[in-house]
């Protein structure tokens, strides 16, 4: 949208015209470029719809057509009304929606809620003035997404076969005895669950080293 010459030329003649009149068209005049100025924001059937009206426009009249230069106006001015703004753009919503694991129970509780969170706080059908509030959804998306954490591995298994683990051992062969506290030994914990199978694996070993065991 623009202020065109001949638009500035209609809504500013003939001064003999009445009062009133003229402040009718300057208002349009002012409308016009407020429009002009969030002209990338609208829509592009309304502000064809307000560019037409401009086209529209014949200069030139006299103060006995002044109803002619009126009605000019207030053609604009109802284009201008029905502006209407574009839809916010929400694909880095989209983009950081399709990063959300597929599987969230491997994370804990309090980190999977502040991706839910973050999902449920989008709100869908905003316009272009809101954009900002837009991408600010998808930040904490993506923010939400990059604080996940892993639940802890279970060593329910491990603790279970250690305590099958005689207490005295010296009655045991030294090799057998010395697989089992090796099999002990090995257990390292504070791994999560993406590691479960490792945390297993500890659990196996000391069960198949204390069934191994041998009388001296």
């Not at 996940?148 to 298994?157: C, G, M, N, V």
Request: hydrophobic share 40%.
């Amino acid at each position: 949208l623009y202020i065109r010459s001949d638009m500035v030329q209609v809504v500013e003649q003939a001064p003999e015209v009445e009062e009133e009149a003229e402040e009718q068209t300057t208002e349009s005049t002012d409308e016009i470029a407020e429009a002009e100025e969030t002209e990338e924001e609208n829509t592009d059937e309304t502000a064809e719809a307000v560019t037409d009206a401009m086209d529209a426009v014949v200069g030139g009249k006299t103060s006995d057509e002044q109803s002619e230069v009126d009605a000019m106006a207030k053609t604009i001015e109802a284009a201008i009304d029905g502006l209407v703004f574009k839809d916010a753009d929400y694909s880095k919503v989209t983009a950081a929606l399709a990063k959300v694991p597929a599987d969230l129970s491997k994370y804990t509780d309090t980190t999977v809620k502040a991706v839910n969170d973050a999902k449920a706080a989008v709100k869908e059908g905003l316009d272009i003035t809101k954009q900002s509030e837009v991408d600010a959804m998808a930040k904490a998306i993506e923010d939400a997404i990059v604080g996940l954490k892993y639940k802890a591995a279970s060593y329910e298994a491990v603790e279970a076969a250690k305590a099958k683990v005689p207490t005295d051992l010296s009655v045991y062969t030294e090799a057998t005895a010395k697989a089992v506290t090796e099999a002990v030994n090995a257990v390292e914990y504070g791994k999560n669950i993406t590691e479960q199978a490792v945390v297993d694996g500890y659990a196996e070993a000391i069960e198949k080293a204390v069934a191994a065991l041998e009388y001296k």
